[in-house]
Structures are given as structure tokens and as C-alpha cells.
């Protein structure tokens, strides 16, 4: 099937009548996925966005219910979202986050239903990635620039259209709802020729680093890796794996709201008991944590890494922390960091 | 999908007791508004609860009360911030959140046939009064063993449950042994520290279990103590207290290693924490 350019402000805004749609738009140096109202509002000239569209889906500050309360009992109102949505342009490294998401939010014991609900409104259209950036290892991290996994449907951007690929049964029937008229030969041969020539320059060895994390909880190599971090959390909140949360009231006498607002590990409350006693004194414990938390507990949990190679955190740190180079250090490799 | 399992429970206080001489301590008991309420909140000795105070917040409390005593929830809890403050001066007749029941807990069937020793200090006992008052109830005292428990605080007057402690000492199917740390004037029971006292009573380990909770120091210096009397590690019993918001494993904060400890603890064996990180 097929998008020709010219023709996709029309087709959001026909989205839009229906769905929540929310896509890549320009802020200033840089792109956020936002709710569009009109198409043209839109901008498809980015590499991904500062910050992941995970919090479409698990907002950075929501509410979960109000209350008020009387003397002769309380009441209470659920606040979970069921507005169908739209993420239109989500990169494949960003739909596998939702994946990996979803283990969290639907774990062996307890449904999260206002992730969930959300989840299952959502259609994902996503955007291949014709020129990955120099922080992108999405593919030493299972993934890749074409990874279709997550994904309702896939397109790839060959100069004037999109060629589009049905990946589920969800993007077949918007496909179908759409009318997507059928892409020729030649405008499938430009999209394989796209994904032939689309490289992610940077990769990861990831061979054994597993076996190693297994056994160096108390290994002197943490010792180094926080030195120079602030603790100023930039990389879990733009990552799109991360999902710590923090409950908080917000209220005025008996009426009120119950919030829940990201949170994380790297911040030395996250973890501070009642007591005054900390199990993560120092940046090291902080920073052991959230590596640990990607490249072991996740895999022995989940049987897969909870990092999806988006470079975020490499980009976003302010002191130029980079995981690929932790994660080389800590199997005893070297690392290829190309910014 | 099951249950919201953000949404709390009304129940409402009746009562406010001031716990221990110091008045750091309150035990709450809340009442449920009704029997359809009381039926969605089934737990065991062990388990915790997210108690919330509107307009305040929400902090994770063991459950000091016992399956065995209908109608109500126990809680004894040390001021400390936001939520216990909000709670001790609350007057009786208030309505609270409370959200669970959540975790695990004692492995009572497997605990069936053997005999028990109790270890608790400090308010570290709230769980340990749930477990003790379930095994008493008389239709399950028979599937336990010899039942002892060694339990300290630093004087006579920061001891929790004394009128139970008084109930416990006149019945000949529980060893009750209660100690504190210095002499005091008018206490005729024992005196010296947990770790201690557990080498005087020198409980055998031969089939039995020992459930140990309170402060770190305690444990630890009572471990080597019971490794004396021949427990193993999967012969212990602990229960931690990570930080915690959510109780359900999602908010990324109680883990230890690959465990979250409010949806795969709060109650591991020894034996399982040895193969886990020492982050708690
Ligand atoms: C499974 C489990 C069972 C438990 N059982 C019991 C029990 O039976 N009884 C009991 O008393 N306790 C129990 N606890 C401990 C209890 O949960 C804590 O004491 C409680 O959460 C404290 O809540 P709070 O709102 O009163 O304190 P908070 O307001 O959260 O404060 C706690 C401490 O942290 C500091 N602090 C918090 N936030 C900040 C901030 N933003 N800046 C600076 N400092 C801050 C405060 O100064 C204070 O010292 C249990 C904990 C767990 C996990
Ligand atoms: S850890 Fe870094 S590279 Fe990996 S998914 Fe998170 S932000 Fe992206
Ligand atoms: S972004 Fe960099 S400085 Fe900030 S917490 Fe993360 S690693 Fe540390
Ligand atoms: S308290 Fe949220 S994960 Fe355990």
C-alpha cells in the first residue's frame, strides 16, 4: 500500500476525526510526539523524538482517581482513559518498548489498568528508519531500523510517498479504512532498496555480558561508572523502557486525587525507608541498579533486555555518560560509540 | 481485567490506641463497611496492606491482625512522616483507604507438622501477633508443633500487645518469652538482647522453623545464634521492608536483585535471599 506525501495532512486530519492521534512535531532544536489536531501540524523530518511516546501511554504525571470524602464515607472515581489513539511515525526501537512495557504493566499477579486500557486502544503506525542516528544500537539490542515487532503497521518514507506494510490484523482494518491504494513495483523495490541501504552504524557487543552481570554485583568495577554522574535522571525519564513511578496525593482538605508521576532509580529517595536506613546510599548502588535493572533482573524476569538501543540517555545525559561504554567495560571489550 | 488494584478499600477507624509508653507506637484498628467488603479482602498471616489517608497519602503497613478475628483490620505503626503522623492523630470515626491484601506469606502449609520459634524485636512484631493469634485459634493449633516465641523490645513499656503477651504467658501451648534490653524496676521477666536470650532458650532446630523479623542489628546478630542450633537458611524465615508506593511490582521500587519484594515477598527464607543481593 501506499501514502503519497502530499496526501498524508489529509489523511491525518480524517484520522483525527476518530482516533487521538499523536505524532512526531517540532519543538524548537528538537521532535516530541504530540496530540495533532491537524495534519499538517505534523513533522516526519526527525531521527526520534527527545522524549519517548511511552508517555502516551503511561503518562509522566496522571491521575488515577479523585475522591472526596464525607462523614458518612467516600467516594471514589476511577480516571482510566479509553479514548482510541493514534501513535503515527513511532520508530520500531520505540514500539518494542511498549513490548517490553507490557510485562511490567501485566505482570504474573496484578493488571495495570490504566496502561492496559490505553494499550489496547492504541494502533501503531510505525516509521522504518532510513538513517538511523550515530547513538542508535537498536540492532545489538534485537531490534532494528525495519523491526516490525509491536507494530500495527510499518512505513518507509521513499522520497515523495510511504510505502505501508499491514503488520496486525489492527493495521490491516485501518489500512482498509483508510482506502490505501496499492503500491507498484517500483515503489516496492525503492522501499526494499531503503532497507537494504539503511544502517545502524554502531553496535554492541552483547556476547556474555549477561553470565557477567550474573556474578559482579559486588565486582570494584562499580566503583567508576557513577563518578561522574549528577543523578539528575535525564536518562531513565527518556528512556523508553523506564517505567518507576511515584503515588502522590494532590489534595485540598477531603477532596482530592490520587497521582502517579515518574519517578526514578537514580534519585537517592527513590529508596530511602521510613527509618532513615537507604539500601542504595550512593550514586554507585543508584547507577549498579539501573544497569542491572536492563541487562539482568529484566532478562532473568522477562527473558529479554530492557533497553531497546534508542541512544537516549547517551544524548540526553549532560555529562556524556554512555551505557554502550559501561556495557563494554563491564564484559572487558572496547566500544564503538559514534555520536 | 481483574480489579482496579490502585483502588483502596473504605474502612473506617474505631479505634486509636496508643501502643507503647513512648507514643511512637499506635495500633489502628479499622472496621469494614460491610460484609461484601470484608469478602474481597481474604489474606493471610504475613501479608501487608497499603493504608491510605485521603488528602495525605498512602504507606505499606503488615497486617497485624489474624484471618482468625473477623470483622476488622490491625495495625500497629511508628510515626515517622507524611501518612503515620496523618494516622496518629486521627480521630475514631474517620474513613480510610486500605488497598490490598498484598504480598505473600508465612508458608503456613508447609509449616504444618512443625514446630515454630518466633523471633521478633522492637515493633517489628505487628505480622509476627497475625501469625502467633492464627496458630492459637484452636482449630489449627493442632497442625503445628511446639510453638516459641522470643520477643524484645528496649524496656517494659515499648513492648507491643501486652494484654495478648499476658493472655500467651498463662497458656501452656506457647512458650512465650519476653525480654528487655536493661533491668527495670518491677519486671520479673528477662533481660538482655534478643541474639542472647535465643542462645539461652537455644531452641532446636530439629524440625522446626525459626521466623525472625526486626531491626537489622537484631538479625543480625541473632543469625549466627540460630546457625548454632543447627537452622539452615531455608529453615529461616524473614520479612523485608523495601521502600515502597505501588505493592504490585510496577512502580520499579522495593526490588532486591530480580525480586520485587511486595509482589514476591515480603516473606523469603534465608536461603532464598542468599542467592539475592544484600540491597536491603
Ligand atoms: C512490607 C512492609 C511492612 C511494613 N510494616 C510496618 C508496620 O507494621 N508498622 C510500621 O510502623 N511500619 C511498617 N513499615 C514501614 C512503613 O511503610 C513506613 O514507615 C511508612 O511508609 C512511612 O510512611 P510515612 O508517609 O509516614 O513517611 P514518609 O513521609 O514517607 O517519610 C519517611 C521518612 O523519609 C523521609 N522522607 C520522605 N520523603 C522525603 C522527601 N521528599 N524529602 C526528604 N525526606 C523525605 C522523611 O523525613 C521520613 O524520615 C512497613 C513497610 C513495608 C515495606
Ligand atoms: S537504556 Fe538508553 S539506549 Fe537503552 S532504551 Fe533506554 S534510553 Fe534507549
Ligand atoms: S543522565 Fe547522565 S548524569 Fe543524569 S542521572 Fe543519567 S547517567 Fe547520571
Ligand atoms: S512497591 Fe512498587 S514495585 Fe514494589
Redesign the interface.
Known amino acids: 500500500m501506499i501514502i503519497a506525501k502530499n496526501a498524508l495532512p489529509g489523511l491525518l486530519d480524517k484520522l483525527a476525526a476518530e482516533y487521538e492521534v499523536y505524532a512526531p512535531v517540532k519543538q524548537g532544536a528538537y521532535s516530541l510526539y504530540k496530540q495533532i489536531c491537524n495534519g499538517a501540524e505534523a513533522d516526519f523530518g526527525y531521527v526520534n523524538s527527545k522524549i519517548p511516546p511511552k508517555g502516551i501511554l503511561f503518562p509522566q504525571s496522571e491521575k488515577l482517581y479523585s475522591y472526596s470524602v464525607t462523614g458518612e464515607g467516600t467516594s471514589l472515581e476511577e480516571c482510566v482513559d479509553t479514548r482510541k489513539k493514534v501513535i503515527f511515525g513511532i520508530r520500531p526501537c520505540d514500539a518494542k518498548s511498549l513490548l517490553l512495557m507490557d510485562n511490567v504493566f501485566n505482570n504474573d499477579k496484578f493488571q495495570d489498568p490504566y496502561y492496559l486500557t490505553r494499550r489496547s486502544n492504541t494502533i501503531l503506525v510505525g516509521m522504518a528508519c532510513n538513517d538511523p542516528a550515530g547513538t542508535c544500537f537498536c540492532t545489538s539490542m534485537d531490534g532494528g531500523p525495519f523491526d516490525q515487532s509491536g507494530l500495527d503497521l510499518l512505513l518507509t518514507d521513499i522520497g515523495e510517498a510511504y510505502v505501508v506494510e499491514a503488520v496486525s490484523q489492527k493495521g490491516k482494518d485501518l489500512a482498509a479504512a483508510l482506502a490505501l491504494g496499492a503500491a507498484d513495483d517500483s515503489q516496492k523495490a525503492a522501499a526494499a532498496e531503503a532497507r537494504e541501504s539503511a544502517e545502524v552504524a554502531c553496535a554492541v557487543n552483547t556476547v556474555g555480558l549477561k553470565a557477567r552481570l550474573d556474578v559482579n554485583f559486588y565486582d570494584p568495577i562499580w566503583e567508576k561508572f557513577h563518578e561522574k554522574c549528577l543523578g539528575c535522571a535525564a536518562c531513565t525519564y527518556s528512556c523508553p523502557t523506564c517505567h518507576c513511578f511515584d503515588i502522590v496525593d494532590e489534595a485540598k482538605d477531603c477532596n482530592g486525587c490520587r497521582v502517579r508521576n515518574w519517578d526514578s532509580c537514580m534519585f537517592p529517595l527513590f529508596t530511602l525507608h521510613g527509618s532513615g536506613h537507604n539500601p542504595r546510599t550512593s550514586g554507585k548502588e543508584r547507577m549498579r541498579q539501573r544497569i542491572m535493572h536492563k541487562f539482568k533482573y529484566f532478562v532473568d524476569n522477562f527473558n529479554a533486555t530492557a533497553c531497546v538501543g534508542c541512544g537516549r540517555c547517551i544524548k540526553n545525559c549532560p555529562v556524556n555518560l554512555d551505557v554502550r561504554e559501561v556495557l563494554a567495560d563491564i564484559r572487558g571489550s572496547e566500544a564503538r560509540s559514534d555520536k | 481485567?481483574?480489579r482496579?488494584?490502585?483502588?483502596?478499600l473504605?474502612m473506617k477507624l474505631v479505634k486509636n490506641f496508643t501502643e507503647t509508653e513512648d507514643k511512637l507506637i499506635h495500633t489502628f484498628t479499622f472496621q469494614f463497611?460491610s460484609e461484601e467488603d470484608e469478602k474481597s479482602f481474604p489474606y493471610m498471616p504475613g501479608q501487608f496492606a497499603e493504608v491510605?489517608v485521603?488528602?495525605?497519602?498512602?504507606?505499606p503497613f503488615g497486617i497485624a491482625s489474624s484471618p482468625t478475628e473477623p470483622g476488622f483490620l490491625k495495625f500497629s505503626v511508628?510515626k515517622?512522616?507524611l501518612v503515620?503522623t496523618a494516622l496518629h492523630m486521627m480521630e475514631e470515626g474517620t474513613?480510610v483507604?486500605v488497598r490490598g491484601p498484598l504480598g505473600n506469606y508465612y508458608p503456613l502449609e508447609q509449616l504444618k507438622g512443625k514446630n515454630i520459634v518466633i523471633i521478633g524485636g522492637g515493633f517489628a512484631f505487628t505480622t509476627l501477633r497475625s501469625m502467633i493469634t492464627y496458630i492459637l485459634k484452636p482449630e489449627h493449633r493442632g497442625d503445628y508443633g511446639k510453638l516459641t516465641v522470643i520477643y524484645g523490645a528496649r524496656n517494659p513499656g515499648l513492648l507491643l500487645y501486652k494484654e495478648e503477651l499476658e493472655e500467651w504467658n498463662g497458656r501452656s501451648d506457647i512458650d512465650l518469652v519476653c525480654t528487655i534490653d536493661r533491668p527495670v524496676e518491677g519486671w520479673t521477666g528477662r533481660v538482655g538482647f534478643v541474639p542472647t536470650v535465643t542462645k539461652e532458650v537455644a531452641p532446636s532446630s530439629e524440625n522446626s522453623v525459626a521466623i525472625i523479623c526486626g531491626p537489622?542489628v537484631m538479625i543480625k546478630f541473632t543469625m549466627p545464634e540460630l546457625e548454632a542450633c543447627g537452622f539452615k537458611p531455608d529453615q529461616i524465615i524473614m520479612s523485608l521492608?523495601?521502600?515502597m508506593?505501588?505493592g504490585?511490582?510496577?512502580?520499579?521500587?522495593?526490588?532486591?536483585?530480580?525480586r520485587y519484594v511486595c509482589?514476591d515477598g515480603p516473606v523469603f527464607t534465608k536461603a532464598e535471599l542468599n542467592q539475592l543481593?544484600n540491597?536491603?
Open positions: 481485567m481483574q482496579n488494584p490502585y483502588l483502596p473504605p463497611l491510605c485521603f488528602g495525605k497519602g498512602e504507606a511508628a515517622v512522616g503515620s474513613i483507604g537489622p521492608e523495601n521502600r508506593k505501588c504490585i511490582g510496577m512502580c520499579g521500587r522495593c526490588n532486591v536483585g530480580n509482589k543481593p540491597e536491603y
